[in-house]
Structure formats: C-alpha cells, structure tokens
C-alpha cells in the first residue's frame, strides 16, 4: 500500500534565551491509524522534557470524566429535554433520533448541553472519525512511550463545567446547532480536517473561532477567551523556567486576536511558526 503524505498541522513555537515551548494545534476526533502530528510535530515532541495536553489523558482520568459528565449533564427533576424545546424543534429531534438509532429516553434525560454534546458525535461516527483517536490521544500515547512529564492546563471537572453552567439561551441554541450539524452530515468536519492537516489556521478561525465568537459569544467566551488567556497566564510562568515544553490543544485555540500565539507576542515573547520541511 502507498504511504499517506505527510501532514503539516500548525505548529509553531516561543523561545526566550532558555527556554523552548512548542504550540500544536490539535483536532478532538481522527480516523483510527492516521497520523496524528506529521514530521514536524513528531520531531518538536521528541525534543520536550514535558508534554502538555487540556486535560489529562489517562483511563483513570476518563473514567473520572465519564462520571463528571453523567452528573453535571443529567436533567433536573421535573425538567426532561423536550421541555426546553417548542414542537417544531421536538419533531426534528425526535427525526434525528429515529434516524440515528438513538433511543428517545437517553436524551430525555440530560440537560440540554450534555444533549448537544452527544448528537454532536453522529457527523463524526457517520464520517469514520473516531475520539479514542484524536490527535490529543496520539500526543498523549508518544508522549508516555517517549517517558515525558506529562502536565495539563485543566481537570475534566474544570472543562465539563464550563460548559454545564452556561446560560439556558445558550444550552438550547447549542442543541438546535448540534441537530443542524447531524442533519447537515459530516462535510463541515472534513473541511476543518483537511485545513487542520494542511496546518491552514486561516481556515480553521474561519470554521471554528470566528463562527463561535460571531454567533455564540456567550460560548466563545468560555469556550476561547477565559480558558486562553488562564493558558497564556501559566505559559508565560512556564517561560521563567528552562528547557523543551511541547503544548498540544485545539487548533482553534492557537488562531486568533485572543489565541495564544497573538497573547504571546501581544506579552513580547519571541513566537515563530515552524515551517514543513
């Protein structure tokens, strides 16, 4: 069989005169065998002592995860999920159920969020993407077979309650997009697949910053500005040490007026993006 071509997701990386911190812009979702850095990447977290991805990554923390969200995301007494929706959103969640094979009373029974976080898989399943083979997964598995220190930004806790406590308007509007998404199919994620391989962060704030920040800010500013600017915070702490740091999170989160690399060089760190060989 020919060998895929190499890849060349963003990655570039801040310097001072001691110490050297990767930034790798990362997707949540891949197909299972593909790569998950390219050349680049694979040889920038060859070089670091520590490796740094948003939560951690191990079965014990999953496990944990799993049971954070079962909690956080269950409906509250008296409040089913098609209590917050009209009959005309009731009858396209009820189509796309039926469409999917979801039974009706596993979304009853959460809260609009955690809904909206559940249909936003099927696109993903219906393309051959797969979570267990994210690209955060495949720095986590190099980083512990290359015996690195492993650090996060975040507990699961910390990133699921973001997300459970955002306002009622915006848990509905993330389920009505979730639904809007299944129905449209998987084009859109991979469109934002292919920018991501080709390493297009142009592409990527198009898809994914700047429709969040242009149509969701409630969201955006959870989801990119608070979290960014608490990342930049403990990067810049990270540059009073020394040594090789490779940092792995959403590609999203590196693009931007509020992404890292512009907090960065907005603070006088040195940042240049690593060009393909």
């Known amino acids: 069989l020919a060998e895929a071509p190499a890849i060349h997701p963003a990655l570039f990386v801040a310097r001072d005169a001691d110490s050297t911190i ?31 991805t948003e939560i951690p990554m191990n079965p014990a923390a999953d496990a944990q995860a799993q049971a954070i969200a079962a909690r956080l995301g269950a409906a509250a007494p008296g409040r089913p999920l098609s209590s917050w929706l009209n009959p005309a959103e009731a009858a396209r969640l009820q189509a796309l159920e039926a469409r999917a094979g979801l039974p009706a009373a596993l979304l009853e029974a959460m809260q609009p969020w955690m809904a909206s976080v559940t249909l936003s898989f099927i696109p993903v399943y219906q393309a051959g993407y797969d979570p267990n083979s994210a690209v955060d997964r495949g720095v986590d598995a190099a980083a512990e077979a290359g015996h690195k220190q492993m650090r996060a930004f975040e507990t699961a806790q910390q990133q699921l309650e973001f997300i459970a406590q955002l306002s009622e308007p915006m848990q509905h509007d993330m389920l009505m997009d979730s639904i809007d998404e299944a129905d449209a199919g998987p084009a859109e994620l991979d469109a934002l697949m292919r920018a991501w391989e080709r390493g ?8 994914v910053v700047d429709d969040t920040r242009d149509n969701y800010s409630e969201l955006y500013d959870v989801l990119f500005r608070r979290r960014n600017a608490a990342w930049v915070a403990t990067l810049m702490q990270e540059m009073q040490g020394a040594g090789t740091e490779f940092v792995a999170v959403g590609a999203g989160h590196l693009a931007g007026a509020d992404g890292l690399v512009a907090q960065l060089r907005a603070r006088g760190v040195e940042v240049e993006r690593v060009s393909a060989q």
């Not at 979702?29 to 520590?50: M, S, Y």
């Not at 297009?200 to 704030?205: N, T, Y």
């Open 200 to 207: 297009d962060l142009d592409a990527i704030e198009r898809l």
């Open 22 to 52: 990767y930034l790798f812009g990362t997707v949540h979702v891949r197909r299972p065998g593909e790569d998950w850095g390219g050349p680049e990447a694979h040889a920038a977290l060859a070089a670091a002592r520590e490796v740094w």
